[in-house]
C-alpha cells in the first residue's frame, strides 16, 4: 500500500450499516457521546472522592465510592460501542471529553466528606436527567437497543443518588 493509499484511508468514512436514518445516527450518537463525556467526568470525580475521603467513615465511604466508581466506569464501553453499532463516532480524547461534559470537575484541595457525598448526589442526579433526556432521543427515533441500555443506567444513576443521600444523612444524625 502506497503511502497515499494509507492517507486516503484514514479520512474514508465510516459505512457501518444501520437501518437507522442518517439524522437519527447523527442525533443518538451526539446525545451518547456527550453522556459518555458525563460518565468519564463523574468516573474520574468519584475515584477523586474515593482517595481523597477521610475520618471516622472512612472505610464505609470510601468501599462505596471504589464501587460506584467500577459501576459508572463499567458503562463506558457499552455506550461507546452503541454510537459505534449505529455508524457514528464518539470521544477520541481527553480534550474532547472536556469540551463535552457537563459535570463539573472539583480540583479542590480539601473537600469534606459530607460535601464530597452531597456533591456526587447532585452529580448522579443531573446524570439521571441527562439519561433520561438521551432516552427520549433514541424514542424520538425508534432506537430501543439504545432505550433498553439507558433505562438500565438510569436505575444505578438512581441507586446511587439513593445510597448516597442515606449515607450522608446517617453522618448528619451520628
Not at 106 to 119: H, I, K
Amino acid at each position: 500500500m502506497s503511502t497515499a493509499e494509507a492517507k486516503l484511508r484514514r479520512i474514508a468514512p465510516l459505512r457501518t450499516p444501520t437501518d437507522l436514518a442518517p439524522d437519527a445516527t447523527k442525533d443518538i450518537a451526539a446525545a451518547f457521546t456527550a453522556l459518555l463525556a458525563d460518565m468519564f467526568a463523574l468516573y474520574a470525580k468519584t475515584k477523586n472522592f474515593h482517595w481523597h475521603i477521610s475520618g471516622p467513615h472512612f472505610r464505609d465511604y470510601h468501599l462505596m465510592l471504589d464501587d460506584q466508581a467500577s459501576q459508572i466506569l463499567g458503562t463506558t464501553d457499552a455506550i461507546a460501542e452503541r454510537v459505534r453499532k449505529i455508524g457514528g463516532t464518539t470521544l477520541r480524547s481527553i480534550g474532547h471529553i472536556a469540551r463535552l461534559q457537563r459535570i463539573s470537575d472539583n480540583d479542590a484541595d480539601y473537600v469534606t466528606p459530607l460535601d464530597m457525598l452531597a456533591e456526587l448526589r447532585g452529580d448522579n442526579m443531573q446524570l439521571t436527567v441527562e439519561l433520561r433526556a438521551t432516552h427520549g432521543v433514541c424514542d424520538e427515533h425508534g432506537d430501543v437497543a439504545g432505550a433498553s441500555l439507558l433505562e438500565n443506567w438510569i436505575d444505578e444513576a438512581e441507586g446511587r443518588t439513593w445510597f448516597l443521600y442515606e449515607a450522608s444523612r446517617a453522618a448528619e444524625s451520628a
